[in-house]
C-alpha cells in the first residue's frame, strides 16, 4: 500500500515573519530560490502522493494564483478558509473531507523541508503502515538551529507521550486519518486537541528524524536559514 493523499497547512498569518509577509503568504516566501509552499509539495509527489489539499487564508488569492500556475501531474486543491480560520485540527479536517478513510499526509511548509527527508518520509509511511496508528515525525531539541524550542513529546518505543519535560519536537509531517479528526464535532479546533486524545489512548506513534532542523518561525530564523549555504 502506497499513501496517496496528503494536506499542506497554508493558511497562517506569519504575523512573526513581518515585514516578509505584510504583502506574500508565508508559505510563498523563498529559500534557495523554492518557495516553502512548493518544497512541502514536492517532498510528498516525490513520495508518490497523488491528490494534495492546500488550505488558504491569509492573502489566500496568491497562493491560488501559485496553484494554478503550478506545473504538476498532481491533483492540487484548495480549501477556503478565507472568511473563517479554522485552527489546524479544523483545518485539516475541512481540508482532507474527501479523501474519505484513505490515510493522509498532513505537512507544515513553516519546516524547511528538502530532498533530505525522502527517506524520513519513506520510514514514516512505513512505520504507519506497521501499526495503522497515526505517526509524528519528531527530531531532537539538540538538532534544532533554534535553540529555544522547549519540546512537544517524547518517543519510546515508537509510542508518543507528553510531560514537563519534553525532549522531541514536532517537525511539521504526520500521517493520521479522518475518523481522528471527526471524532470532534465542532469546526475550530487545534491539532493538539487530536494528539492529546491520542496520547490518552496510547494511540499516537512516532520516528526520530536525524536531520538538521530548520524552522521558519520568526524573521530572525528565515535571514539566519536564508544565510546558509547547505540547507539542501
Not at 91 to 101: L, R
Request: proline residues 3%; aromatic residues 10%.
Amino acid at each position: 500500500m502506497k499513501i496517496k493523499h496528503g494536506m499542506i497547512l497554508a493558511a497562517g498569518l506569519g504575523k512573526r515573519m513581518q515585514p516578509l509577509t505584510s504583502k506574500k503568504p508565508k508559505p510563498l516566501l523563498e529559500i534557495g530560490g523554492i518557495t516553502l509552499l512548493e518544497r512541502a509539495i514536492n517532498l510528498l509527489t516525490n513520495h508518490g502522493v497523488e491528490e494534495i489539499s492546500i488550505n488558504i487564508h491569509y492573502l489566500g488569492h496568491q497562493i491560488e494564483k501559485f496553484i494554478s500556475n503550478f506545473k504538476s501531474n498532481v491533483k492540487i486543491k484548495i480549501s477556503n478558509e478565507k472568511n473563517l480560520l479554522l485552527d489546524t485540527g479544523g483545518g485539516v479536517k475541512k481540508a482532507t473531507k474527501k479523501f474519505k478513510d484513505n490515510p493522509f499526509f498532513v505537512i507544515n511548509p513553516d519546516t524547511l523541508w528538502s530532498n533530505n527527508y525522502y527517506e524520513e518520509v519513506q520510514s514514516l509511511e512505513k512505520e504507519y503502515l506497521n501499526n495503522k496508528k497515526p505517526c509524528l515525525l519528531l527530531v531532537k531539541k539538540e538538532l534544532s538551529l533554534d535553540n529555544s524550542f522547549e519540546g512537544d513529546f517524547n518517543l519510546n518505543n515508537s509510542l508518543v507521550s507528553k510531560n514537563q519535560n519534553n525532549l522531541y519536537i514536532y517537525t511539521g509531517l504526520q500521517i493520521i486519518e479522518s475518523g481522528h479528526l471527526d471524532f470532534f464535532d465542532k469546526d475550530i479546533f487545534s491539532m493538539n486537541d487530536v494528539w492529546t486524545k491520542l496520547i490518552s489512548e496510547n494511540n499516537l506513534t512516532g520516528i526520530e528524524s536525524n536531520q538538521k532542523f530548520y524552522h521558519l518561525n520568526t524573521l530572525e530564523m528565515f535571514e539566519k536559514i536564508s544565510s546558509l549555504n547547505t540547507i539542501d
